[in-house]
């Protein structure tokens, strides 16, 4: 890792990995994904998105903003979010995901997978209008 990537990690500020990184291998890539908070223009409705594969083992860090996002991931294409899930005294073994409240930011690490395998982000939200912003943190 250079030591400018490395500084810019640190201060966790985006960065474009124009010297060679491959958390970011392309000029004005500066690790940072908008992502729907959901189907695009519904957002209440679950919707699964490839991440990137060079981001795969990382830490990120996830910036609800307009509604409580709910998050997970997934290595299927169908997964879903169902927030509407009930809670019971055993437990719920459902797809409720993470919650992640309106201009919050939750870290997570994205699952190392074997290569050539996919990793779905998949979300679904509360809120028509919620985004969330993925962006590399280590």
Same mark, same amino acid.
């Given at each position: 890792?250079?030591? !400018?990537?490395r500084k810019s990690l640190f201060n966790e500020a985006p960065y474009d990995g124009t010297s060679g990184s491959s958390r970011a291998p392309v000029a004005d890539d500066y690790g940072v994904i908008l992502f729907s908070g959901g189907q695009l223009g =519904? !957002? =209440?409705d679950s919707v699964a998105t490839v991440v990137p594969e060079h981001w795969h083992g990382l830490e990120v860090g996830m910036l609800a903003l307009g509604g409580v996002a709910h998050v997970g991931f997934s290595k299927r294409s169908a997964a879903v979010m169902d927030r509407p899930a009930v809670a019971s005294n055993a437990g719920v073994v459902s797809q409720v995901g993470c919650p992640? @409240?309106?201009g919050t930011e939750k870290r997570f690490r994205v699952p190392k997978v074997? @290569?050539?395998e996919r /990793?779905?982000?998949v979300r679904e939200s509360?809120? /028509?209008g919620t985004t969330v912003r993925m962006r590399v943190l280590s």
């Open positions: 890792m250079s030591e !400018e990537l =519904t !957002e =209440t992640i @409240p309106a074997s @290569p050539g /990793v779905y982000f509360d809120t /028509v």
